[in-house]
């Protein structure tokens, strides 16, 4: 077994042998490159949305709550704001807020999980019990309180949300590394005494990064769905700011007005379920067991 399991060749029990799996051709399978087209799509709109929105989002116009038409695509909210043009700066706001909170958790907790399995002993259990105290909690009650203690605002918002986040990754970097130390080729490297910080770098690290890509990029998704769901319940995006949460809470008090809450809506269901089709679709490529029994 060597560290870069993630790049070994595919063979299927019938015989026949698959050629080397890549990335690339991980990704052009019909799920994921639709959910990668998605997230793209979606990253771009982000990028030009002073570009491709009609209206200014916080400029308000003659026609309030005016259902979807040529003039307005997505309709207006009860201030007569173009809801389209929202919803693309909405876009702005959830995304970047949402990949940095998940860089910052999964940085913060990938250090802590190491720190934690490599030194073992009492500083193991020390961290460890710190983590089971946030797992004690459900994930969403955990970060209102967070939210509520620092007040409300988009960036305590992702700062309570990364709070309550790390420990996840702490756990499974933890997990990696006490499973990955006792490996034979780890022990031969230490035989031969190869130096720590090579044998992390060669080793160590490679099996490390698959699994904390895969459950990054899984919550990327949860991330999206926590700051719209602070920001709908008023611990978030404050007005006027345009934040899909915010939008969708505005829409909740114009029932009638259906266009309100479903265009923000529909933007948040497509970007966490690209995210997780991804996600699962990384899973596969740096899990080769898994298309392996599939072959089965």
Not at 13 to 26: A, C, M, Q, S
Not at 186 to 195: D, E, S, W
Not at 266 to 284: H, P, Q, S, Y
């Amino acid at each position: 077994m060597t560290a870069g399991f993630a790049r070994m060749p595919l063979e299927t029990f019938g015989g026949e042998r698959d050629e080397p799996r890549t990335l690339i051709g991980v990704l052009r399978h019909p799920g994921p490159a639709i959910g990668l087209a998605v997230l793209v799509l979606w990253l771009v709109a982000a990028a030009l949305a002073s570009v491709i929105s009609p209206h200014s989002p916080n400029a308000p116009t003659l026609a309030e709550l005016a259902p979807p038409s040529a003039a307005h695509w997505f309709g207006t909210d009860e201030l007569g704001r173009d809801v389209f043009s929202r919803v693309i700066y909405g876009a702005r706001v959830s995304l970047p807020l949402a990949l940095l909170l998940v860089a910052l958790a999964s940085a913060i907790g990938s250090l802590i999980g190491a720190v934690a399995g490599f030194a073992g002993g009492a500083i193991d259990s020390i961290i460890m019990r710190t983590t089971d105290m946030f797992f004690a909690f459900p994930g969403i009650v955990l970060t209102m309180a967070v939210a509520a203690a620092l007040g409300p605002s988009l960036r305590n918002a992702v700062l309570a949300i990364v709070i309550v986040s790390w420990p996840a990754y702490a756990r499974v970097v933890r997990g990696l590394l006490l499973s990955i130390r006792t490996t034979n080729y780890i022990t031969i490297a230490r035989l031969l005494g190869t130096p720590t910080r090579r044998i992390l770098a060669r080793d160590v690290l490679p099996n490390i990064v698959g699994p904390v890509v895969v459950l990054a990029m899984l919550d990327i998704g949860s991330a999206v769905l926590l700051l719209a769901g602070l920001s709908y319940l008023g611990l978030g995006a404050q007005p006027p700011t345009a934040e899909w949460g915010a939008m969708i809470a505005d829409g909740s008090q114009y029932f009638s007005n259906w266009w309100m809450a479903l265009f923000p809506g529909l933007a948040i269901v497509t970007v966490v379920v690209a995210t997780n089709v991804i996600g699962d679709a990384l899973r596969d490529f740096f899990d080769p067991t898994t298309i392996l029994r599939r072959g089965a």
